[in-house]
Structures are given as C-alpha cells and as structure tokens.
C-alpha cells in the first residue's frame, strides 16, 4: 500500500476565488475509494485522479484521515 510520504513532499493547494470554507469544506470523498482527500495538499488530489488507484495507507503524521464508512 502506498503511504502519502511516498508521494514526495508537500505540493500545497491554494483557494482560488470565492469566499473562505470551514475547514471540513476542505476535504471529499474520493469516488472510486471514498477515502476522504485533502484538497490543500495536491499529491492526495493527484493520487486519487488515478483511475484503479488504491486508498492510501494511513500515516500517523499525515494529513490523511479517516472516517467510518456511512452505512
């Protein structure tokens, strides 16, 4: 499993236009994972661009976080 520290160092992601967000408006749910992706940090976007990608394993520094699963 790949860990985001993998992926190289931070590529940070900038708001363009449009007012602040809240801080959970930061973050979706990838598609083809529904690993939740941090949109300030474009090796995570990047990542789950990737058609068949697998969820990135979780890391104790990492921006990467998890939630349960609705059911």
């Known amino acids: 499993m790949t860990k985001l520290s993998d992926l190289g160092p ?3 992601g900038k ?4 007012d602040l967000i809240r801080e959970d408006g930061h973050f979706y749910n990838c598609p ?3 690993q939740r ?3 300030r940090d474009l090796r995570q976007v990047f990542w ?3 058609p ?3 969820p990135l394993e979780p ?3 990492a921006k990467v976080i998890q939630f349960p699963r609705r059911k």
């Open 10 to 12: 931070l590529i940070p």
């Open 48 to 50: 789950h661009e990737e």
């Open 52 to 54: 068949g990608h697998e």
């Open 32 to 34: 083809n994972c529904g």
């Open 59 to 61: 890391e104790a520094e």
């Open 37 to 39: 992706v941090d949109q």
């Open 15 to 18: 708001l363009h236009g449009g």
